[in-house]
């Protein structure tokens, strides 16, 4: 059984751009979490999507956005890029969220410059 | 609201040594509890979860975990570590109820010395 997918590995972006980031769950999980991890902040919830719908959003600025499409597949964007963006970009998925056991990528390391 | 404090973000042992991984929690309902570990440059593995069934959780890797209501804690042990431990290890709470994310601790770096 496949794990959970997170394409690209890495990312160089300049600032002000924006990037778009991809997740592939398990097959049949249907929910897919974000979360943002750094040196100076660790891990930060970024948003939940559960059927296409957001359940929850962490506390981040609206350059943060995300969706999932109809196959569970969800991407994450973030516009006008600022340095403090630098950071990996984990996606984890399990069957419905809450208490279920999550499962995680590799994730994105993106760097802004 | 729920937090997680892992004390110490360092620890450093001996192999063959005891592991002792510090969590303490915070939670308005009863929680649900995880460890993951990380290692260099890879995503988090779920090292075992607390789901009210049973106070001590065994996991993978001869890991293990004890909650205790009474402490708020959920600390991760192994009898003896192995060279292969030496990662970065996270406690999550997750309360459950519409609350669909997981809020993790600081992490603490394991250090396995020959």
Redesign the interface.
């Known amino acids: 059984k496949a794990g ?1 997918t ?1 394409t690209p590995r890495y990312l160089i972006k300049t600032r002000g751009q924006q990037v778009t980031l991809s997740c592939s769950p398990i097959s049949g999980h249907r ?1 897919v ?1 974000w ?1 943002q991890q750094t040196p100076g902040q ?2 930060q ?1 970024l948003f ?1 999507y ?1 059927s296409e719908t957001q ?2 959003k ?1 506390n981040f600025p609206g350059r943060f956005s995300g969706r999932q499409f109809s196959n569970s597949r969800s991407e994450m964007n973030v516009s006008t890029l600022e340095l403090g963006d630098s950071a990996l970009y ?1 996606c ?1 998925s399990s069957l419905q ?3 279920a ?7 994105t ?1 993106l760097t802004v410059v | 609201a729920q937090s997680v404090t892992q004390l110490g973000s360092h620890v450093s042992v001996s192999e063959g040594a005891l592991v002792l991984l510090r969590c303490n929690y915070s939670s308005s309902v009863p929680p649900y509890l995880f460890w993951y570990v990380q290692y260099p440059n890879q995503g988090l593995q779920l090292l075992l979860k607390y789901t009210s069934a049973a106070t001590l959780v065994k996991g993978i890797n001869g890991f293990e975990a004890e909650f205790k209501k009474s402490e708020t804690s959920f600390h991760l042990t192994k009898p003896s570590a192995h060279m292969s431990d030496a990662a970065e290890y996270f406690c999550a709470v997750n309360s459950g109820g519409s609350n669909y994310k997981l809020t993790f601790g600081k992490g603490t770096l394991l250090t396995v010395n020959p």
Do not use: D, T
Request: no cysteine; charged share 15%; hydrophobic share 35%.
């Open positions: 959970v997170q929910s979490s979360y660790g891990l919830f939940e559960f359940r929850n962490g984990l984890a969220g809450g208490y056991e999550a499962f995680f990528g590799q994730g390391r």
